[in-house]
Structures are given as C-alpha cells and as structure tokens.
C-alpha cells in the first residue's frame, strides 16, 4: 500500500511538474510582451496565410541577424517542420542578462528531436550572406586600392566573391537539463518543458568587456592610415611594387612594343595573390576572435541562465488578461520601458562623467502598465486596452476629464450623411499642466538632474504663460466630424483647337467633389476667442465675412474655402459653406446627429465611429460614378459594418475598446479581414 | 512571365486610372520629307486633386504610388536615354507637378531615328527588359503610318482592361503634320485640317483599351 502510495505521489510530483505554465520563464520585471496563440489563428484564418501579415512583428532584419543560427521568421512561418506545439501559446518578451539584452521566443514543442534536428540543418538560417562584414570590408578596400594604383579590378572581385564564409558559426553546451545552441548573437536553449530562442539585440558592452580588441580588420582593410602603414599586407604591397614598378620601367623602356595596359594587369594578378593572402590572415583571426566571442559566451549563458524567482505571473495585472484566452495579448511596463529607452539617449559617456549625478523621482508615471487584446471572434475583431496608472496620476486624470460634453456642439453635426466622427472632452488647462510636470520629472529622471536647472528655467517661462488665454480658451469637447461631400469649383487646364490643329491653351472652371469636414469645439473664454479672431481677420489671406466669420479661400494644395466661425459658445472651423454662413447658430433638431450618437459620445472620454456603409456608398458616387469600383466595393459593401472606439476612465487608469463589427455575426473575423487584405494587395 | 519593367509601367497605368481624367496628346510635325519635331504631352491636370491626395501615399488599393523623387528619376532616364539616341536633338522635358503636365519635345532627323528613340526610352525604363520593339511610325513614299500597338503590348494586359472603366474621361490624341498636303486617311475618325496638311484623331482611352486599333491610321500624301 505504502509502495502505491509512493508511485502514485511521485506520478503527481512529475505531472505538477510538467503543468507548470511556460509564462513562468518570464521574468518579472521584463518591460515587454506579446503572447499569441497561433493554433486558435490557424482555425480561425480558415486556413489563409495570416503570417505574413506578421513578419516584421516577429523579426526585423538588422544585421547582426546574420549570425544567427536561425531565423526567427523562418521558424514560425514553418512551425510543424520544427515540431512547434502551435497549440500553446508562443511568446517575445524583452529579455536583459547582464549587459545582454535582446528578445527571448518561448514556446513549447511537440517533438523535441525534430526541433534539434530543424536548426542544426542549417536551412533555416536563410539570411543571405552578401552582407556579410568580412565580404564587404576587403571589397571596399580594393577600390581604395583600385583608386591608387588604376589597375582593373575584375580578377580581385571574382576571388572575394569566392570567399570561404565562417558564419554562422555555433558551440553546443549540454546543461543541466537541456541544451544550449549558441551563436554570436543568438542563444538557443532546447530543454525538456520548454525550447527559447534568445536573439541578442544588444551584446556590444558584453563583447568589449570579455574579448580584448585585437584590432583583426587592420591589414588590407583600415579605419586610419596609420593602421593600414602597419598592416603586413601594405608591408608586402609596398616591396611587390617597388620591384613591379622597377621592373615594369626596365620592360617599357627596352621592349617599346609592349603595352602598358596588359603589363599592368600582369602584375595586378600577382598584387591580387597578396590581397588574398591578407584576406586569409583576417579570416583566421576573425574566426580566432569568434572562437574567443563564443566561448565567453557560452561560459556566461551556463552561469546565469536560470529560471527567475520572480516571474511575470507574479503580476495581477498581467495575469488577468493572460488567463482570457486572447488570440493576441501584448502586455508592456510603461515605465520601465519608456525609461529604458530613453535612458539608451542619455546614456553615453558625456552624461555618465558627469559629476552632477542625483536622483529625481518620477512620482507621476511610476507603476505604469499597459496591455492590449486583439481578438478575432466571428462577426466581430477587437482590441482591448487596459492601462494602470498610479493613484497619483490617476487623481490628476480624473480631474482633467471631470468636464461634462457640451451638448451644443451636437448642433452643428448633420446626420444625412455623416461618414465618421471623433469626439473628445477633457479640460485642456489641468491637462497640459499635467503634462508639463510629467514632461519635467521624466527628463529630469533620466538625466539624473544634469539639465535641471533647463528645466526649472522651462517651469519659469512656463509660469509668464498666460495659460488661460493659451489653452482655456477654447476646450471642453470638441467634435470632428466627415458629414458628406460638397462641390467645389476648380479651374483646370485643358486644350482647343484651331482648324489647322494648332492648339491654345485654356483655363475652364468645373465642379469637383471634396468631403465636407467640420470640427467644432465649446468657447470658454469669448472675449479671448474674439480676440483671436480679430487677429487673425488682419492675415492678407484670410477674408472677413462678418465680425465673427472669417474665411480662408482655396489656394495651393487647399482646394476648399475654410470658414471659421465664433458664436457666443462654439467655435466651428469648417468647408461647408451652407453649415457656416446660413446656419452659423447650429441645424435644426430634425437634421443633427442620432440622439443614440450623442448619448455614445457623452459617455465616453474619446469616442468614434465611422458608418462603413455610408461611407463606401458616398466614396463609391462622388469618386466613382464613371464605374472602376468593381473590385474593392462590393467585397467590402458586402463585408464590413461600423467601426467604433472608445476610451473610458477607470478606478486605477483607463480602458477602452476599437472594435471593427461584420456584417455576417456567423463568420470569423480574421478569415474574412484577412481575405480582404489579399484583395487588396 | 511578368517582366519588371513591365510592371512599372503597368503600376504606372494604374496611378493614371486612379487619377481617372487624363489627357494624352501626341503631336508630330514633319518640316520635311525626312525631319521633324515631336511633342508628348500627358495633361492630368483635371485629376489634379486625386493626384495630390495619391501623392502623399505609398501605396493604394495595393498598387505602389511613385513619389516625386522616382517619377523624376524616370523622366531623367527617359531624357538620357533620348539625348543619346543618335538623330535626336533638342530634347526637353517640361514637368510641372502643382498643374500634373508633362510635355515632352524633340527634334528627329528621320522616322527611323524617332522610332529608335522610342524604343530607347521604353527599354530604358523598362529597365533593360526584354520589351517588345516596335517601329511605330513609318514614312516613305508620301505614306504615313501610325501602328497599332500590338496584342502583347501593355495596354492589352488583362488587368487594365478590367479597369477600363475607371479611365472614364480620359482621351489620347494625335496629330500629324506634314509640308505636304494629305490625300487620304485609313482611320474613318481622324480629320484633315482646312488647310489639308494635318490630321486629328481624338479617342477616348477606354475605347482604345478595347480595340487598339482605334489610333492606328494611314495617311497618304501627295
């Protein structure tokens, strides 16, 4: 009984084990991530190649890609050659190790052997190897050469451009319970529960620190002269031409006959022989310092690769988005990583000898973090986000929002054709006096004080504003709104002809199509915005209408007149010359937006929307009545419903949602959007 | 297979068919037997606000917009290409990109040597591809030949005829003008001046798209 119990405990031991969450292997403090779940894709894409789509998400090219043993792209666009559990989520995550720092892959797969197999195969790391450093160097410094001595270069090309390469070059380590596959700049860990690929974005500090500079590039190629006057290869260059030069004079000057041309590429060949002999050198000391490189490399990964203590699970607010089952989640801490990153900016040697060192708090944007949702369910794509914010900022937030939507400004947003609209209220002076102080205590942070008495020279200059007039003036809400098409004339340049044929050329005026625009925003301060207005009435371009309209007529790229317009409580800046000049003082009730429009603005902090079909129809009429919309209309017409965003203010910092509806609820969005964009493009 | 040049071209046709409401006109002045004077002109201003909107993108509806900068590139090609064409002479090109009209014009020695300028600019842009040569005007005998271009060629491709549509307003024109005075024209819609020495054709781009041979035409001189 005692034996039963026993294997049936360590039956549970080994399955706790293997249970544990792959997220575990996150560090806590990492400043980014994303999580996808690429089975739920494949279902939900119907099949159709959503990964390309996702390419440059998953890898950009820079160069140190060439020293890569893989291709991160080539390995999820190839998932099941590499035996990729797709059915759980894969994860990129910021990853810093020391004075390394790049982007950790983490994923679990099905097939272990089949993984190992996959990358050490070599046809994955499908970078081409033209750009490769010890390729181009030597090449540029021939035409250095070519430039000196006039001789042709195609004999010297032919022979670099059959250089034997050395990358990518890897070490295999055996650790504890796994594998290490590692290459300059990247590390590949194949373990029993999970597999990551570590690509190296920032190695520069560690290479300095652990491999002395042996100076491998100063023989045929050189950064000084007095590098290259060292180099055995111009040692050798220098003596082959004093005997060439000698011997070429004796040639020319017994033998008339001989052409200087062939006798010159004669001796080039041999000049060439000397270049390659150099080339081997640096070859055989690159692959030394590589040798060196790796070795340092791999003896740190051994040393400090473990499973964090502190893992990012740890964190509430990550882990409540996690355990959703989003298609996509990208989860990052704000912080931290603004401040990583401008920390990089500030970070050379000028600004770390400085003396001045002290430290600022950054009380306002501490403990931020933001996580986004992007998931495809049918009739319906939307993304999520959630940001937190410290109570701090969040009072402050609070405040500047705490304004009530003017309800005038529904007045002057016609409903027949509305296409689309953007709302927002907030109450611009607390907003930008927020602003300011997260502006003066972030670059005071990161640069630990040294430029504070700019910034408290800022916070003076600050305090002379007359802030009222500067951003109380107008604010509150605002709308902007796409309410249709109106005709506008243009004069255009066509052509008569006489009877011979001879033709003149003339300028004729005719009616063109432009979307009707207005943007409207509340008037807090009257006698300010009066004043602005009178100021601006004195502008040679600007026309006056009357003591509160003001019109900009069309010109340059501007096809549309621009009205302005100051009542006693909005200012409406619009092309819609009927909306300015006859109904300055708003529409008729019967003709402003949807009371459900209005009620979907009041209630949120920002607000749009945009009526797909209205907006196709109108596009399709204005722009298309001839016929050519054939091909994108219809798919589209038949596709797309509305889309809608909004963003609302929360207990710890705001949330919103953008969601992109279908028309048919019963069919994925991912297939149907994805099918689209192959139309398109 | 689809040649690079070719595409270009043809994403260049594409520009123009978003553009919609262009004006080709190609104008041939004959002093003599032998040399004349060419003038291109491709007049878009009607579409003057698509273009400017086009022009601030990259690509759309999934077609690459060329900016300035490449479009310029083109046309230096193009007046390389002419200038080292031997027989041409006082080639210019005038771009104005506020009003989208392009003019270009030319000396030739003879037809031949026009023809052979044509076909440098085409293989020029086309990027040293395999583009079909054409002699597309011929002259001899008090006989002029405006070609048709033939079915291979890129306004024949399948995807601009299924956009003919969207060239709705745009024309091409071509007028001829000799010393002599003309006896008789092949294509039914071309016109003779008063004066009897020039002949206007005027088409309509989304018929040409369709048949072709709507601007070929004969013209016999006496």
Known sequence: MKKIILIFSLMLLTFSGNAQNLYEYIPENTTMLISMRMKQLDVKSKGQDYKTFLRDLVEPYTYSNESRIVSVKSVFMNVDSFGIASDQEIYKFRQVIGDLSGYMFLFKVNDLQKFEKSITSGKWSRYPHDYDYAVSTPYMATEEMIADTVYENTETTVALENTELIEPNYVVERVNDGKLYIAKEQVIGVFSDHVFIFNLSNSYKFYRNLVEDDNDDNDYSYNSWEDYKDSVYFAELRAYRQKTDSLMYVRLNTKKEEDYQSLSREYADVETGILERARKRASVRKMEKQKKQLSALTEFMKNNLSKPVNHIGKNRNFLSVHNANNDFMYFSQFTDMLLAELRSEFSNRRYNNSKTFKTFPIDLISEATTLLTLNFNNGVAEIGSVANINSRF?????????????????????????????????????????????????????????????????????????????????????????????????????????????RTEKVETRVEKQPKVVYVTTVNNHKNAKDIIDILSRFSFVQKVNENILVIPSQYNFRTELYIVLTKSVLLITNDKDLALKNSSGLPSSKIMESSEQKFITSHMIACRTFTEKTLNNVRNNYFSNGGYERWYNPMFNALGNFELYTDLTATGTQGRARLILKDSSENSLSKIIELMFMMK | MKHPGRLYTLSLLICLSLCSCFEYIEEITYTNDQSGKITLTLNCNRSKSKLDALMKLDTFMGYRIPNTQVIEGEILTALSALNNTKGISHVNISRNYTDYIFVLTANFDSTHHLNEALNNVSRAIGRKNDLPEYDLFTHSNHRFERLMVSNDSLIESSNIRKRAGMFDGATATAIYRFPRAVKAVSNQRAMVSKSGKAVMLKTDIKDLIKKPNLFANSITLQ
């Open chain 1, 394 to 502: 969040q009072e402050r937030l609070k405040e500047a929002l705490d304004v009530k939507f003017d309800k005038n400004l529904f007045k002057y947003i016609e409903k027949e054709n509305l296409m689309g609209y953007i709302a927002y209220r907030s109450d611009n002076l607390k907003m930008a006096e927020l602003y300011k102080d997260v502006y003066v205590q972030t670059f005071n942070h990161i640069t630990n004080g040294i430029y504070a008495d700019g910034t408290t020279g800022f916070e003076l200059a600050w305090n002379f504003i007359d802030k009222e007039k500067l951003f109380n003036t107008f604010g509150g809400g605002a709308i902007f709104a796409v309410t249709g098409f109106s005709d506008v004339s243009v004069n255009v340049v066509s052509y008569d002809y006489d009877e011979d044929f001879n």
